[in-house]
């Protein structure tokens, strides 16, 4: 399989990634977010190697529930170069954690997705996600310490 878990090696190819995802300029603190989340038991990144370069990454967290037994997996972020997509990169990935999920006993897997990422909506509902109700969110942008 040519999935494996990240390292910190992979910092430049996972920036190249978010800045085709329209996130550029993280290659001036990714190194710093992935090391942290390397570094929590509950964090996780794995990226898939395709002719030895990272061809895509997806980055999750496995969440405690109070009110029901299992845990629940949010995808924190998810890319694939857009030269390979649609030869299975991206299913591989999901595919395999959700296998994670299931091994950790979680009941469901979150993702938010902007309403702007039309191609990414097809691909969730490809692998059997639906639309939830609501999601809601306060930034905290403006009261963060310079």
Known sequence: MNIRN?????????SNLL????YPE???FLPGN???MLNQPNSHVLVYDLDERVAGFI??????????????????CFAVDE???GKGVGKALEEHFANLA????????EVHCHSRRVDAHRFY???????????????????LKP
């Open 6 to 14: 990240a390292t910190l090696t992979d910092h430049t190819a996972i």
């Open 19 to 22: 800045t085709q995802l329209s």
């Open 26 to 28: 993280t290659e001036l």
């Open 34 to 36: 992935l090391e942290r």
């Open 59 to 76: 980055a999750f967290d496995f969440l405690t529930q109070l009110v029901v037994k299992g845990d629940f997996a949010r995808i924190s």
């Open 83 to 85: 030269n390979v997509r």
């Open 102 to 109: 299931i091994e950790r006993e979680c009941d469901r897997i």
């Open 125 to 143: 509902y490809r692998q059997g996600y639906h639309e939830s109700p609501k999601y809601l969110m306060k930034s905290l942008v403006d009261q």
